[in-house]
């Protein structure tokens, strides 16, 4: 229990100790009854200066006077240590909350997640785990509360509104993603974000089909369906199990300690590969990875490309291999 709420209790405790003192002692030593014994406690205690309801005797004058003072003593302390509960917790709140704007404010290159449901927690596990910064935009207090817990950082806010994406560093972001269970609104935030930022990157949740046109009009890079993506991800497990079983190995326990794993490598313009095809760029020889694709700057993909396939600024390598290798070979290449 925090130290406040046992200072509390204590006050409380020894509030009811003089006022259980007070009344024992008016009514077996005074002579008056419960509730008048209550009544005397209570205007001592406060302090509000009525008259005494009887004359007292010499020793009900001394319980008076101890009364009054260890009464004023735990009531200013009480009240001293509700109002220092709430003061410091307040002050607490802005100082955190000022501590998270400084940091999402200083963040470059990052993801906003739009929505911290089923589908916003798992990219964000998957992001954390991959050590990529991002912030989430949550305004549900059920997924806040969790998001405190996981240590995120939040903008508890409204993901629709212009002012809360430029909040959240969209101008600095390298994408975002609508993750809300509401079509109109991912749709909504697409546009705005679309209209802040014409480069970004913007992955879209749908939940219908109908909705993949729409979002693509509102300006997405990417449209998925969760669902859909399950559901085939599952039929597959059925008709192709050992290529279900590869795909898990590759791609979806990259968080775990496997030896197999997928990377995109991309080629930067100062790169010694460029010009260069893939016979010539030795990448096979040196690291042991297979070449998967080319994503060409236009956005298209060359599937299994063969070796006298040419490198230029800016293309993307998928490629797969063990996690030892792609990492030394992204260290290389990146250097």
């Known amino acids: 229990m925090p130290m406040h709420y046992k200072n509390v209790r204590n006050a409380f405790f020894m509030l009811l100790c003089v006022l259980a003192f007070g009344v024992t002692s008016y009514h077996f030593i005074e002579g008056m009854t419960f509730f008048e014994s209550l009544y005397m406690t209570v205007i001592t205690i406060s302090t509000v200066g009525f008259s005494e309801i009887r004359p007292l005797s010499t020793i009900g004058r001394i319980i008076t006077m101890i009364i009054i003072s260890t ?6 302390y009480t009240i001293g240590t509700v109002l220092r509960m709430f003061i410091e917790g307040e002050i607490s709140k802005t100082f955190g909350r000022r501590k998270v704007e400084k940091q999402i404010a200083s963040l470059k290159g990052h993801y906003i997640i739009c929505g911290y449901g ?4 798992l990219i964000c ?17 059920a997924s806040i509360e969790q998001l405190q817990k996981e240590r995120f950082l939040f903008l508890a806010l409204d993901a629709t509104q212009e ?3 430029k909040a959240a560093g969209i101008m600095h972001a390298k994408g975002i993603v609508t993750a809300l269970r509401s079509d109109a609104d991912n749709v909504f935030i697409t546009l705005t974000a ?5 480069d970004i990157f913007i992955l879209a949740r749908a ?5 993949i046109i729409k979002l693509k009009r509102a300006g997405a890079t990417r449209v998925d369906i969760p669902y859909t ?5 599952m039929a597959q497990a059925l008709i192709r199990p050992a290529v279900g079983d590869f795909i898990d190995l590759a791609i979806m326990d990259m968080d775990r300690e496997m030896s197999l794993g997928m990377e995109e490598v991309l080629i930067r313009e100062n790169s010694k590969l460029v010009g260069k095809n893939l016979i010539e760029s030795n990448i096979r020889k040196d690291y042991g990875v297979i070449i998967v694709a080319i994503k060409r700057e236009s956005g ?36």
């Open 71 to 76: 009464g004023i003593m735990i009531g200013a």
């Open 125 to 141: 596990q998957e992001l954390s785990n991959a050590g990529i910064p991002f912030v989430v935009i949550e305004n549900d207090p």
């Open 229 to 233: 993506i399950g559901g085939k991800r």
């Open 207 to 211: 939940s219908e089909e109908s909705s």
């Open 194 to 198: 679309r209209g802040l930022r014409s």
């Open 118 to 121: 089923r589908i916003g927690r």
């Open 300 to 335: 298209s993909m060359e599937f299994n490309p063969a070796p006298t396939a040419v490198l230029h600024a800016h293309n993307i390598l998928v490629v797969m291999g063990k996690k030892t290798d792609l990492l030394r070979m992204n260290n290389d290449l990146s250097s």
């Open 163 to 165: 002012d809360v994406l």
